[in-house]
């Protein structure tokens, strides 16, 4: 099935090196798809998601410089609904 291939891999292609680099990490967000995602300077930011099991509505940011994920945790309660497959 097609949620046998949904992985926390996360692929980073540097364009100037024409090179593909493979980030690997048991530390970030669980196995998602249908996620979004934004660029932020030197931040890759993920929000919601769903996989096999569960819809999500948490947000991550990946350091494109130290190569590591932390879990953003809004200061206000209001959190967006649980989503996926939006922009």
């Known amino acids: 099935s097609v949620d046998d291939k949904v992985t926390n891999t996360l692929y980073i292609y ?10 690997v990490s048991n530390e970030g967000p669980e196995k998602r798809e249908f996620h979004s995602s ?16 569960k819809l999500f509505n948490d947000i991550w940011s990946f350091s494109l410089f130290s190569k590591k994920w932390r879990e ?3 200061s206000s309660n209001e959190i967006p609904e649980r989503r996926y497959g939006h922009t």
Do not use: A, S, Y
Request: no cysteine; charged share 35%; net charge negative.
């Open 38 to 53: 934004v660029r932020n300077g030197d931040q890759m930011i993920i929000f919601g998601g769903k996989n096999e099991e």
């Open 72 to 74: 953003i945790k809004p």
């Open 14 to 23: 540097n364009i100037t090196d024409d090179k593909l680099e493979i980030i």
